[in-house]
């Protein structure tokens, strides 16, 4: 990846070394007058479901840093970038990944309940937090009835009641 005119390179950290599928980057705003880039690779085993590792990358002595915990999203889930300038100067992340319930029956791609994640930039901590954590009240229908995930933005207006 190339940062200002000066080629970096990042990787997971070696605990998280399974997930070199599918890398991608690419510049979701700026921080520090440095571009912010959102970094994903997926590890998979073989079978029905993925695992995407994800990163969010500031620019700081030479190296990439990443700002967010630990984000790690399946298969089975979707994330998205807001700009809420209410809350942040910097994008908001925010995830929803399934919650397989076996008592009920539910199979990997079937409709299910998500939990939700909001991330945002503390700047007297010089990272992302997670600030907003749920599980939805409804099922969505999962990969057995769509081609990808649709949580988020029926989600919203309750993801931005929780937080304020």
Not at 16 to 24: E, Q, R, T, V
């Amino acid at each position: 990846m190339r940062a200002s005119g000066t080629e970096h390179c990042f990787a997971p950290p070696a605990n998280k070394s399974i997930f070199g599928l599918y890398p991608k980057a690419r510049i979701v705003g700026k921080l520090h007058g440095h571009d912010l880039i959102l970094f994903n690779a997926t590890s998979s085993g073989g079978g029905s479901g993925t695992l995407t590792y994800f990163a969010l990358l500031d620019r700081q002595s030479f190296d990439f840093v990443n700002l967010l915990p630990t984000v790690q999203l399946t298969n089975q889930s979707e994330y998205k970038m807001w700009s809420l300038p209410e809350i942040s100067k910097t994008p908001v992340v925010v995830t929803a990944d399934f919650v397989l319930d076996f008592k009920a029956g539910e199979t990997h791609f079937s409709r299910h309940r998500y939990e939700v994640n909001r991330y945002v930039f503390e700047p007297n901590l010089g990272r992302y937090v997670g600030r907003v954590s749920y599980v939805t009240r409804d099922k969505y229908p999962g990969l057995d009835e769509l081609d990808a995930v649709r949580v988020l933005d029926t989600e919203r207006a309750t993801l931005l009641s929780r937080l304020k």
